[in-house]
């Protein structure tokens, strides 16, 4: 997402630089000093202990008791530290960091233009797509003239979050965090969304974007500053797609938009070509796509109306994809010919879209869910149906009749090269499913659900992590659970052997915890919890990956702080350190890494390969 200030005014580069986040920025500026000699940071890219704690005295940051371990441990510090990497207030090296040169007469574009970094990472830019609820607050308030009430903020913002059926609304995982949580009652719902839209005024009024008034409506009101409609102006702007793009590039932009924001977004889009000839390339890219990409791209066509059906008549002549422009001309009334395999190929489409919005294990639940009303002839006879449609995704959906249990055991069945080396497991009779989840990384978070034997040793587990992370593993590493650590021996540091050590005698039950540190310089720090125990009766012959979300960051890219700036500045072909970064990463341009990027079959490719050492 490009981002650039829609008004440049000396007043309004005045008000960014005094609301408070960008205030604490500037004056860790101040004091970091534009000395190209600077301040010295450690290998993981942040302040030396003695600086961060010089630092914190002079903004005013209480510290903690006893001996500062590293500046991660210091969140304010933290915090100010990355809006001022934002903002473009300081400039990080290797080993050193210093603030920009003449720091207090800035130019006023530059000023706004960190301003609206700093403002838009609260919307998870330009990482990911933006929070639709926050969009939408921020798209309320930009399109009123005046106030505008929490109610109707809270209104908006129901009508932004879209609502499974709720047949499958409880088999949903979280997006975050890959679970599956109790579906919250409605009221529930509707408490949160009110929390998110006050939470998005709050962080707006933060920013000096907003400000609220008490009035006389329930729960007041807000209206944006001069400084707020640059941000609502600039951020719809960056979210448009340029009327030359194809439908692939449209389909992408608006997917993860509210209704209404992307219903403007794509009409710029749609009024540069003639209807017929808008629908067609629509239609030539929803037949390749997945389902959801697919389903985006049909809505959009339908909008069209009546004067794109020259091209849905086209595409009713093939097979297969035909079934959408078939069933699209029906309901204007034109008379065409269906294939006889058009309804089994829109169910096999249904239910496609159904299994991909729940994890992999819960996929057969909800294929039961939706069959179990038919009498048997009938499921038989659909079965059959599904096999014969032609849908490419006609065999997935049929694999999940012989259910969950077939469905482990086949993930769990892959084939390995180097074996297993069976030890003593009598106290460890299970099959653990962890889930190891990277500390501090967000937008998007880093996890991975994988099942292992409860007897695996440490040792192993390690060799499990890096390869389920994807991590080199040229690293040092060590474990902990609370009351020891355990890696390479050392009795200085009371470690003990990882090697002699079972997963099982440290975790035992579900929700039990260990943490895993890999590489002691930029300190990635990972939460290891047992979410299941499964039992022994499934032939566990290798480690596999359940599921799992986002990439893997670079190596020795600086830790947690590092590698948010090194995401900021990829996307940013104006950072000073852009070129480095792409040099560095032997990309042609940012767009190369995907911080949102997992590929499970990856994944599980390197886990069979890996050689099992049961403690």
């Known amino acids: 997402m490009l981002l650039e200030p829609s008004a440049i005014t000396p007043e309004l580069a005045a008000a960014a630089l005094s609301c408070p986040p960008l205030d604490r920025a500037r004056r860790l500026a101040e004091w970091i000093g534009a000395d190209p000699a600077g301040r010295a940071l450690t290998s993981s890219g942040v302040l030396k202990p003695a600086l961060a704690t010089q630092a914190c005295r002079a903004l005013g940051i209480e510290l903690p008791p006893g001996k500062l371990r590293s500046a991660k441990d210091l969140p304010e510090l933290s915090l100010d530290w990355a809006m001022a990497t934002f903002a473009g207030f300081i400039e990080a090296g290797a080993s050193r960091v210093h603030a920009v040169e003449d720091l207090a007469n800035l130019p006023a574009e530059d000023v706004l233009r960190g301003w609206l970094w700093v403002a838009v990472s609260r919307l998870g830019v330009p990482y990911e797509p933006p929070c639709p609820q926050c969009l939408t607050v921020l798209d309320e308030l930009g399109s009123s003239d005046g106030p505008v009430s929490m109610a109707d903020l809270t209104a908006a913002v129901r009508a932004a979050t879209p609502r499974l059926d709720p047949d499958f609304r409880r088999l949903a995982a979280c997006p975050d965090c890959g679970e599956v949580h109790d579906a919250p009652s409605e009221e529930e719902e509707e408490e949160e969304q009110e929390e998110h839209a006050r939470d998005a005024v709050r962080w707006l009024s933060e920013f000096g974007a907003a400000s609220t008034l008490p009035g006389t409506d329930p729960g007041g009101s807000a209206r944006l500053t001069a400084l707020g409609r640059v941000l609502a102006t600039s951020v719809l702007a960056a979210c448009s797609v340029a009327p030359g793009e194809d439908a692939e590039a449209l389909v992408a932009a608006i997917g993860a938009l509210p209704p209404k924001i992307a219903r403007r977004v794509r009409t710029p889009w749609l009024a540069a070509r003639p209807p017929a000839v808008a629908v067609r390339e629509l239609l030539g890219y929803a037949e390749g ?77 909800v294929f039961a869910a939706a069959m179990q009303q038919a009498p048997q002839a009938d499921v038989a006879e659909t079965l059959r149906q599904i096999g014969d449609s032609g849908h490419p995704r006609a065999e997935r959906i049929l694999s999940l009749v012989t259910g969950l249990e077939n469905l482990v055991s086949r993930a769990i069945g892959l084939p390995v090269e180097a074996g297993i080396e069976a030890g003593e497991q009598e106290s460890y009779d299970a099959v653990y499913q962890l889930k190891i989840t990277l500390r501090g990384v967000s937008k998007p978070p880093v996890w991975r659900r994988v099942l292992v034997p409860a007897g695996l040793s440490l040792n192993a587990l390690h060799e499990v992590i890096v390869r389920a992370m994807g991590w080199d593993g040229g690293h040092l590493h060590v474990f902990s659970d609370g009351f020891g650590s355990y890696g390479m021996p050392d009795a200085e540091l009371d470690r003990e052997d990882e090697t002699e050590v079972a997963i099982g005698e440290l975790v035992e039950e579900q929700g039990d915890r260990l943490s895993y540190t890999y590489d002691f310089g930029d300190g990635w720090e990972h939460d290891i919890r047992l979410e299941k125990v499964l039992p022994a009766d499934v032939t566990l012959t290798t480690p596999v990956c359940m599921a799992g979300k986002g990439a893997c960051p670079p190596e020795d890219c600086g830790g947690t702080w590092g590698y948010t700036n090194l995401k900021l500045s990829l996307s940013d072909p104006s950072a000073d350190d852009h070129q480095d970064l792409l040099d560095w990463l032997a990309l042609r341009d940012g767009s190369g890494f995907d911080p949102a990027a997992f590929a499970i079959d990856e994944v599980n490719a390197r886990l069979s390969r890996l050689e099992i050492t049961l403690s």
């Open 289 to 365: 796509a997945d389902p959801d990409q697919r389903l985006a791209a049909l809505a959009v066509a339908r909008e069209v109306g009546g004067e794109g059906l020259p091209a849905w008549r086209q595409y009713a002549r093939r097979p297969g994809f035909g079934a959408f422009a078939r069933a699209w001309l029906a309901e204007f009334g034109e008379p065409v010919a269906p294939d006889e395999r058009d309804e089994a190929w829109l169910m096999v489409e249904a239910l496609s879209l159904m299994t991909g919005s729940v994890p992999e294990e819960l996929a057969p639940v």
